[in-house]
Nanobody
């Protein structure tokens, strides 16, 4: 089972990036999927999560509400994170994640999340 995040890069403040999380080895249809990030010297933190279906409810950290949008494709083996109006404080390594329980993604303790992908670096430089 693998989750692979891609789409990171360097942008100026106000710019946009779209991250993609691709799952392989099993289907995550029916699984909540989400995104976390970790800045240097800081704990990994929740960014966004999407419930089971392509039109499932989405959850966001307060710091990204209104700027980031999580979505999933029709087959539900991919998740996306559209990031707009990026700020320098958004600079971090971004990780995609999946778990059978939505609460594992949104509950505040990332250590309980079952599936993790390798991260992708996002740098927002002034």
């Amino acid at each position: 089972v693998q989750l692979q995040a891609s789409g990171g890069g360097s942008v100026q403040p106000g710019g946009s990036l779209r991250l993609t999380c691709t799952a392989s080895g099993r289907t995550f249809s029916g699984y909540p999927m989400g995104w976390f990030r970790q800045a240097p010297g800081k704990e990994r933190e929740f960014v966004a999560a999407s419930a089971y279906t392509a039109n499932g409810h989405a959850y966001y950290a307060d710091s990204v509400k209104g700027r980031f949008t999580i979505s999933r494709d029709g087959a539900e083996n991919r998740a996306y994170l559209q990031m707009n109006s990026l700020k320098p404080e958004d600079t971090a390594v971004y990780y995609c994640a999946a778990d059978a329980l939505l609460g594992s993604l949104t509950g505040g303790d990332y250590r309980g999340v079952a599936y993790w992908g390798k991260g992708t670096q996002v740098t927002v430089w002034p």
